[in-house]
């Protein structure tokens, strides 16, 4: 996945705390404290090209498990698999995929947004690359809340060559939608990156 669209949190500080029972009246009272929170926000975009030094490098404040991986230029380490560059075309274009070199088949890495605010219906845009003999599966979630509903998913290779072009998606975020989920699930063998 490559440009996502996906918003970012904003912290915020000074959020009170709920009330406590004050030891000299039994009354309750409130408590500052300066402990940030996240604020879901309706806008935003990732190239992976811009570090982030209060998240992993690279991810915009995107959370990742399994083998998701920034790779910072070029094509993936596997030979056969892949895009040749990122999206953007340049040797230095940076792009999120999993690298299916290690793990076991069926081995599934999710890539979760940001926390999302969307009052409206909206939607998040984002382009992939599926070039190899064992590719997988992509699936987009939308989740509100702890609740996911896949609204898009495709298998296998769809790329002929490690320099043919990305295809860019487009997946509607129903109203209330609080994260997207980009589900990788590897293939059969390391000629699998997406």
Request: aromatic letters at 8%.
């Amino acid at each position: 996945a490559d440009g996502s669209a996906v918003p970012t949190a904003v912290p915020t500080s000074g959020a009170p705390t709920p009330p406590s029972a004050s030891p000299s009246s039994g009354a309750p009272t409130m408590v500052p404290t300066t402990a940030p929170t996240i604020t879901p926000v309706d806008t935003f975009s990732c190239d992976f090209n811009t570090p982030n030094v209060s998240s992993p490098l690279y991810w915009c404040g995107m959370t990742f498990s399994g083998l998701w991986r920034v790779d910072q230029g070029g094509s993936t380490p596997s030979f056969s698999t892949g895009p040749a560059m990122g999206q953007g075309g340049t040797p230095t274009d940076n792009y999120a995929h999993i690298e299916t070199s290690s793990g076991s088949a069926g081995q599934v890495s999710t890539l979760t947004s940001v926390p999302l605010s969307v009052p409206v219906t909206g939607y998040v845009s984002f382009y992939y690359h599926m070039y190899g003999a064992t590719i997988g599966n992509l699936t987009v979630s939308t989740c509100t809340g702890a609740t996911c509903t896949a609204a898009w998913s495709t298998s296998g290779q769809q790329h002929t060559a490690m320099d043919a072009a990305w295809t860019q998606q487009t997946v509607v975020l129903p109203m209330g939608t609080t994260s997207v989920q980009w589900i990788a699930t590897k293939g059969t063998s390391f000629t699998g990156d997406i």
